[in-house]
């Protein structure tokens, strides 16, 4: 599924993902290929993206650009202080505010 994480000022990931790990509002979720249609609140918390192919892009906090991605095979977390997601048909937006420690 194709995910964009976006902040007011910034893209930080986009590109293709196998699972998401989410911090909800009544507690942590996860979305998987083929998760039926969803819009919800996020609180503040751990975030966790599973890349599923090569060519993922993400921003780099010490160089502030964004950056080709390749290792598929470690995930890439980072924090939240709140945000939205919605998923429609294999796409993931998540509308977050405090975005930091992409790792």
């Known amino acids: ?31 998987l290929e083929n998760h039926a249609p969803l819009v919800s609140a996020l609180s503040g918390g751990k975030v966790v993206l ?4 090569t060519g993922f892009r993400f921003f780099d906090n010490e160089s502030e650009s964004m950056q080709e991605g390749t290792d598929t095979s470690r995930e890439l977390t980072f924090t939240i202080e ?11 937006n998540l509308l977050v505010q405090g975005a930091r420690n992409l790792r």
């Open 1 to 31: 599924m194709n995910i964009s994480v976006l902040t007011p000022d910034r893209t930080i990931f986009s590109g293709t993902i196998s699972k998401v790990s989410l911090p909800g509002i009544e507690g942590s979720f996860q979305l």
């Open 82 to 92: 709140g945000g939205f997601v919605e998923v429609l048909n294999n796409k993931v």
């Open 50 to 53: 599973q890349p599923s192919q």
